[in-house]
């Protein structure tokens, strides 16, 4: 078994050397043009910003060559870069006075187009003093590629000997051509790095991935391509190179080929491509082994492009058979190729492998101690592959459990202000909630989202991450462990907590904290196994709301206050089931704690967002016509707590949002009568009932009183005509629909939701669930906000919050089962119609749907809900199979429990249209066979009950007081109580 490095130390001592002053030689028209025109530093500053580097190059400005000697004499450049044309001033003695003042100066001369008067002096002339020489054609990525280009150079011995970082050798003597070439190639490389790293969960490790990149290296003769390629022979990626340039100091119009046969007959493995103006060199290129592109093409840039992506193991890894070479299976990220391995046919993995194809795939993504493991793995000559197949299985299984710790800005009181948007107090985890704002934040920035919406503020809210070893200390320093494992009231537990003191350090970054938030805080729980990536903790602890009003002492002790009442929740009694229903230890559990800016607009006395949502990429309820993978998002106005405690939502798929679909009766309304809000006048009491949360139910007339509110969110209902009216300030009753942003686009809610689900589902290799924000009423010049709360994977029976079934309910049940589909408690049906058992034949089966249908008839004219137990798969087109109901015939079904029976067993309709029909109102689904002792169904307790009616084959029977449905989809039980 292969030991591998447990943390990417070689990577913190990569790209020492950076350029962070550049000294720009031109006039103040060429100044306009890089500078304003071409935005240059802005290209500049976001490239360093997602490199994680705190100082992007400066550009310093001088418009002529005595000022910028006095300059470079007087301050620290890395980098000058003059334009050809400096009057009557000769750029070579330029070069040459700089050389003087610091011989290791990179100069580089830059010319407006191929056609100036001075290229063909600077060409003829020796020019030595001049490193590089460019053509600027309007693209401000030139710079990018310039910067870039030196920094390789500058870089690159100390690079590939200390992490085996890779190079790719391109050897052009044409200003022209690689001036077009460079910037696209650092494109792509910074994009496949980007890419690469949306497996990592924080921005430190963004960071070390993205100073790892392979490094390009510029090779004009013969001679400087092969020095180079002696010189990191074992690190070259590839080889690019032109046909025609200097050898031995004259024109060698094969030397090109010459390069490939030497390096191919050394390294077989080395993708080569050759690129000619004469399209004849085609053959020869290919005959040799190498790959050729004809620099005349249209498509030039994009056959490049392409060559790098699919040689250099760039983008998804994609199995082939050797024989026809057609994909078989292709892997975006390391956990897709670990799952695939498996079950790749071992022709497909020896060729592969081989090839080292594998290795080089992985040195792509920077991952190159791994690849260099992996490169080691040899199939013998006459061996077999499968022996080694497991064991590269076994490498990456390893590799993948391996953590990594990431740094996001630290706290310090001497520079916390209003330009950071996430920071942490304490050295520890951020826990689940703080790694997926972390982890988001860093998707959105990749992705350029933002840029897509450049009429919307799209971001996270601000947030400080106080890390779970400041938990830790407080429960250590406070003598809590005891009172923690004690069987205690969780008023009991609250109030010990709030008892104690917090570290004095703490409480004076606190008391920072609240000298640049202003808004209301929310304080929310963030532990560590809460939101975890492969069983996610939801709704399980605290989350507390702050006016955050008042003189800055009363401010710092609610917020305080808050953050000892999550750390309590900890232990709370709820949370400890949980703990044990998941087979957590509660010793295994640290609570980390967000602060964070509460997203909103104060409206009277009142503080709230227009809309609060969730959102899923994958539905498990789609409508008829809607695919699971189209996602399902639901709206509230106010507070979110009316989604995530399943009250009033308006359901909708971000692919069809003009398409609500809270009733598949028509209504396409949310029915939302109240909503949430934070009284600013209350301030915070987590003692008093309600107080830890601390949002008020308000009606929907609080908000009517400020119509700026309800703008785009409500239609007014006009009582005399029956019509919806899209203006707020008509006359009539309002009503919650969503219409301004969903069918009239007057904010692009759908577009962002579903962009985000995309993002952060390729980013996961798992589907997501996101909590959001939107703040429709800055004031201006500030733009509209979405913001981000939460992201987390999608956990199988996770739909809704936890529901508790003790052993009691469960001795008790009418209807006991395992196998459900579904999350939640009702308590508002009075009504079963179930299935007589004992006349119960298979041969009957469209009768039973004809009696379902008149049953639900009248269901459906008393508005009552019922619940269904039948045998078989309902909805079954095969009526041998189940009854063929389709949905309208049981419409009012709120439970269906479909079980088996002695010598009649058949498969749940999991997986069936209807039963998504069924389930996209959140009906719950049960299945039980209790000959095959799953589940149980205890007949006589039913019979108990007082029948209403009754047909051939069914009786319905209707209770005095509601029947209790409990769904878990957490532990996957539910029960079916009786009165």
Same mark, same amino acid.
């Given at each position: 078994m292969y030991t591998l490095d447990p943390t990417w130390l070689p990577f913190s001592n990569l790209m020492l050397k950076h350029i962070y002053n550049v000294l720009l030689i031109c006039n103040d028209y060429d100044r306009f043009l890089l500078e304003e025109d071409g935005r240059v530093e802005e290209e500049l500053y976001l490239e360093y910003t997602q490199l994680g580097l705190n100082n992007p190059p400066k550009i310093t400005h001088t418009s002529t060559g005595e000022e910028a000697l006095k300059l470079i004499a007087e301050r620290k450049f890395e980098l000058v870069i003059t334009m050809l044309d400096l009057g009557p001033e000769s750029v070579e003695q330029l070069a040459s006075s700089i050389k003087v003042l610091d011989k290791d100066m990179p100069v580089i001369a830059l010319s407006p187009s191929s056609s100036h008067r001075r290229n063909k002096l600077i060409k003829g002339s020796d020019c030595k003093d001049i490193d590089y020489f460019f053509y600027w054609q309007g693209d401000p990525t030139i710079f990018l590629a310039m910067i870039k280009l030196v920094e390789d150079r500058m870089n690159l011995d100390h690079d590939t000997k200390e992490a085996d970082v890779q190079v790719i050798i391109l050897v052009e003597d044409s200003i022209r051509f690689y001036s077009s070439y460079l910037p696209m190639m650092y494109t792509c490389l910074i994009q496949q790095n980007r890419s690469a790293i949306l497996e990592a969960l924080n921005n430190w490790g963004k960071t070390l991935r993205m100073r790892g990149r392979p490094k390009i290296v510029l090779a004009r003769t013969f001679e400087e391509a092969i020095g180079l390629y002696t010189t990191y022979r074992h690190n070259i990626l590839g080889v690019i190179t032109d046909m025609s340039y200097l050898k031995s100091g004259e024109q060698d119009k094969y030397a090109g080929l010459e390069l490939t046969q030497l390096v191919l007959k050394q390294d077989p493995e080395i993708p080569i491509l050759i690129q000619s103006s004469d399209a004849n060199s085609r053959d020869m290129a290919e005959d040799s082994g190498a790959n050729f592109? %004809?620099?005349?093409?249209?498509?030039?840039?994009?056959?490049?492009?392409?060559?790098? @992506?699919?040689?250099?193991?760039?983008?998804?890894?994609?199995?082939?058979?050797?024989?026809?070479?057609?994909?078989?299976?292709?892997?975006?990220?390391?956990?897709?190729?670990?799952?695939?391995?498996?079950?790749?046919?071992?022709?497909?993995?020896?060729?592969?492998?081989?090839?080292?194809?594998?290795?080089? %795939?992985?040195?792509?993504?920077?991952?190159? @101690?791994?690849?260099?493991?992996?490169?080691?793995?040899?199939?013998p000559r006459h061996g077999s592959a499968k022996k080694v197949q497991q064991e590269l299985i076994e490498i990456i299984r390893t590799y993948r459990s391996e953590r990594t710790k990431g740094v996001i800005a630290q706290f310090s009181r001497n520079n916390y202000d209003e330009t950071l948007f996430f920071s942490r107090i304490g050295g520890g985890s951020l826990g689940g909630k703080g790694r997926g704002l972390a982890f988001i934040d860093m998707v959105l920035r990749a992705a350029k989202l933002q840029a897509k919406y450049p009429e919307v503020y799209l971001s996270i809210p601000r947030t400080v991450v106080v890390t779970t070893d400041q938990f830790t200390q407080f429960i250590e320093e406070n003598n809590l462990k005891d009172i923690t494992t004690a069987d205690l009231p969780d008023e009991t537990l609250l109030k010990v907590f709030l008892s104690k003191p917090l570290q004095p350090d703490l409480v004076l970054n606190f008391a920072e904290i609240i000298q640049v938030i202003h808004q209301p805080i929310c304080v929310r729980s963030s532990s560590l196994l809460e939101d975890s990536h492969y069983q996610p903790f939801a709704g399980v602890y605290e989350t507390c709301m702050l006016p955050n009003v008042g003189d800055d002492q009363k401010r710092l002790e609610e917020l305080c206050d808050a953050v000892r009442a999550v750390w309590a929740s900890t232990y709370f009694r709820s949370a400890k089931e949980y703990l044990k229903a998941t087979e957590h230890m509660l010793e295994d559990e640290k609570m980390a704690v967000i602060i964070q800016q509460v997203i909103g607009s104060e409206h009277g006395s009142y503080w709230y967002p227009n809309i609060s949502g969730v959102a899923r990429s994958l539905n498990y309820y789609p409508l008829g016509g809607e695919k699971p993978e189209d996602g399902v998002a639901m709206l509230s106005f106010g507070f979110g707590k009316s989604v995530v405690d399943n009250g009033s939502s308006l359901r909708f798929s971000p692919t069809h949002p003009k398409r609500p679909a809270q009733f598949l009766g028509g209504d396409q309304t949310s029915s939302q009568h109240t909503f949430y809000a934070l009284n600013l006048e209350h301030g915070y009491h987590p003692l008093d009932v309600g107080g830890l949360e601390n949002l008020e139910l308000l009606e929907l007339e609080e908000a009517q009183k400020h119509p700026e509110a309800l703008k785009y969110i409500a239609s007014t209902f006009d009582m005399q005509n029956g019509t919806l009216s899209e203006s707020v300030r008509a006359e009539g009753q309002k009503v919650i629909t969503f219409n301004g942003v969903l069918k009239y686009d007057a904010f692009p809610l759908a577009s962002i939701v579903k962009d985000v689900l995309t993002l952060g589902t390729q980013a996961m290799g798992k589907p997501v669930e996101i909590e959001f924000a939107v703040n429709l009423n800055r004031k201006a010049p500030k733009k509209q906000e979405f913001s981000l709360l939460q992201i987390r994977p999608i956990a199988a029976g996770n739909e809704e919050s936890d529901v508790s079934i003790t052993d009691q309910e469960k001795e008790a049940a009418a209807i006991y089962s395992t196998v459900v589909m579904g999350n939640g408690k009702i308590e508002d049906i009075q009504d079963l119609i179930y299935l007589k058992v004992d006349r119960f034949d298979a041969s009957h089966m469209k009768d039973m749907a004809k009696e379902l249908d008149k049953l639900n008839a009248q269901m459906v004219l008393a508005e009552k809900d019922y619940a269904l137990l039948v045998a078989g798969r309902l909805g079954s087109c095969d009526p041998w199979l189940g009854i063929p109901v389709t949905w309208s015939q049981i419409s009012r079904s709120k439970v269906i429990i479909e079980t088996g029976l002695r010598g009649f067993q058949v498969e749940p309709s999991q997986g069936t249209h209807f039963f998504q029909n069924m389930t996209s109102l959140g009906c719950m689904y049960l299945t039980i066979n209790p000959d095959h002792r799953s589940g149980r169904l205890e007949l006589e307790k039913l019979k108990q009950l007082d029948i209403y009616d009754e047909t051939e084959h069914f009786i319905h029977a209707r209770s005095s007081e509601n029947l209790t449905i409990k769904v878990n989809g957490f532990k996957g039980e539910g029960v079916v109580l009786l009165p």
């Amino acid at each position: 078994m292969y030991t591998l490095d447990p943390t990417w130390l070689p990577f913190s001592n990569l790209m020492l050397k950076h350029i962070y002053n550049v000294l720009l030689i031109c006039n103040d028209y060429d100044r306009f043009l890089l500078e304003e025109d071409g935005r240059v530093e802005e290209e500049l500053y976001l490239e360093y910003t997602q490199l994680g580097l705190n100082n992007p190059p400066k550009i310093t400005h001088t418009s002529t060559g005595e000022e910028a000697l006095k300059l470079i004499a007087e301050r620290k450049f890395e980098l000058v870069i003059t334009m050809l044309d400096l009057g009557p001033e000769s750029v070579e003695q330029l070069a040459s006075s700089i050389k003087v003042l610091d011989k290791d100066m990179p100069v580089i001369a830059l010319s407006p187009s191929s056609s100036h008067r001075r290229n063909k002096l600077i060409k003829g002339s020796d020019c030595k003093d001049i490193d590089y020489f460019f053509y600027w054609q309007g693209d401000p990525t030139i710079f990018l590629a310039m910067i870039k280009l030196v920094e390789d150079r500058m870089n690159l011995d100390h690079d590939t000997k200390e992490a085996d970082v890779q190079v790719i050798i391109l050897v052009e003597d044409s200003i022209r051509f690689y001036s077009s070439y460079l910037p696209m190639m650092y494109t792509c490389l910074i994009q496949q790095n980007r890419s690469a790293i949306l497996e990592a969960l924080n921005n430190w490790g963004k960071t070390l991935r993205m100073r790892g990149r392979p490094k390009i290296v510029l090779a004009r003769t013969f001679e400087e391509a092969i020095g180079l390629y002696t010189t990191y022979r074992h690190n070259i990626l590839g080889v690019i190179t032109d046909m025609s340039y200097l050898k031995s100091g004259e024109q060698d119009k094969y030397a090109g080929l010459e390069l490939t046969q030497l390096v191919l007959k050394q390294d077989p493995e080395i993708p080569i491509l050759i690129q000619s103006s004469d399209a004849n060199s085609r053959d020869m290129a290919e005959d040799s082994g190498a790959n050729f592109i %004809w620099k005349n093409s249209s498509s030039l840039l994009f056959e490049l492009n392409r060559f790098m @992506t699919s040689h250099y193991g760039f983008g998804p890894f994609i199995f082939r058979d050797p024989k026809t070479m057609e994909e078989i299976a292709r892997a975006e990220t390391m956990r897709d190729l670990q799952r695939i391995l498996p079950s790749i046919p071992e022709e497909s993995f020896d060729y592969h492998c081989r090839r080292n194809e594998f290795s080089r %795939w992985l040195r792509a993504q920077s991952l190159y @101690t791994l690849a260099a493991r992996i490169k080691d793995l040899q199939i013998p000559r006459h061996g077999s592959a499968k022996k080694v197949q497991q064991e590269l299985i076994e490498i990456i299984r390893t590799y993948r459990s391996e953590r990594t710790k990431g740094v996001i800005a630290q706290f310090s009181r001497n520079n916390y202000d209003e330009t950071l948007f996430f920071s942490r107090i304490g050295g520890g985890s951020l826990g689940g909630k703080g790694r997926g704002l972390a982890f988001i934040d860093m998707v959105l920035r990749a992705a350029k989202l933002q840029a897509k919406y450049p009429e919307v503020y799209l971001s996270i809210p601000r947030t400080v991450v106080v890390t779970t070893d400041q938990f830790t200390q407080f429960i250590e320093e406070n003598n809590l462990k005891d009172i923690t494992t004690a069987d205690l009231p969780d008023e009991t537990l609250l109030k010990v907590f709030l008892s104690k003191p917090l570290q004095p350090d703490l409480v004076l970054n606190f008391a920072e904290i609240i000298q640049v938030i202003h808004q209301p805080i929310c304080v929310r729980s963030s532990s560590l196994l809460e939101d975890s990536h492969y069983q996610p903790f939801a709704g399980v602890y605290e989350t507390c709301m702050l006016p955050n009003v008042g003189d800055d002492q009363k401010r710092l002790e609610e917020l305080c206050d808050a953050v000892r009442a999550v750390w309590a929740s900890t232990y709370f009694r709820s949370a400890k089931e949980y703990l044990k229903a998941t087979e957590h230890m509660l010793e295994d559990e640290k609570m980390a704690v967000i602060i964070q800016q509460v997203i909103g607009s104060e409206h009277g006395s009142y503080w709230y967002p227009n809309i609060s949502g969730v959102a899923r990429s994958l539905n498990y309820y789609p409508l008829g016509g809607e695919k699971p993978e189209d996602g399902v998002a639901m709206l509230s106005f106010g507070f979110g707590k009316s989604v995530v405690d399943n009250g009033s939502s308006l359901r909708f798929s971000p692919t069809h949002p003009k398409r609500p679909a809270q009733f598949l009766g028509g209504d396409q309304t949310s029915s939302q009568h109240t909503f949430y809000a934070l009284n600013l006048e209350h301030g915070y009491h987590p003692l008093d009932v309600g107080g830890l949360e601390n949002l008020e139910l308000l009606e929907l007339e609080e908000a009517q009183k400020h119509p700026e509110a309800l703008k785009y969110i409500a239609s007014t209902f006009d009582m005399q005509n029956g019509t919806l009216s899209e203006s707020v300030r008509a006359e009539g009753q309002k009503v919650i629909t969503f219409n301004g942003v969903l069918k009239y686009d007057a904010f692009p809610l759908a577009s962002i939701v579903k962009d985000v689900l995309t993002l952060g589902t390729q980013a996961m290799g798992k589907p997501v669930e996101i909590e959001f924000a939107v703040n429709l009423n800055r004031k201006a010049p500030k733009k509209q906000e979405f913001s981000l709360l939460q992201i987390r994977p999608i956990a199988a029976g996770n739909e809704e919050s936890d529901v508790s079934i003790t052993d009691q309910e469960k001795e008790a049940a009418a209807i006991y089962s395992t196998v459900v589909m579904g999350n939640g408690k009702i308590e508002d049906i009075q009504d079963l119609i179930y299935l007589k058992v004992d006349r119960f034949d298979a041969s009957h089966m469209k009768d039973m749907a004809k009696e379902l249908d008149k049953l639900n008839a009248q269901m459906v004219l008393a508005e009552k809900d019922y619940a269904l137990l039948v045998a078989g798969r309902l909805g079954s087109c095969d009526p041998w199979l189940g009854i063929p109901v389709t949905w309208s015939q049981i419409s009012r079904s709120k439970v269906i429990i479909e079980t088996g029976l002695r010598g009649f067993q058949v498969e749940p309709s999991q997986g069936t249209h209807f039963f998504q029909n069924m389930t996209s109102l959140g009906c719950m689904y049960l299945t039980i066979n209790p000959d095959h002792r799953s589940g149980r169904l205890e007949l006589e307790k039913l019979k108990q009950l007082d029948i209403y009616d009754e047909t051939e084959h069914f009786i319905h029977a209707r209770s005095s007081e509601n029947l209790t449905i409990k769904v878990n989809g957490f532990k996957g039980e539910g029960v079916v109580l009786l009165p």
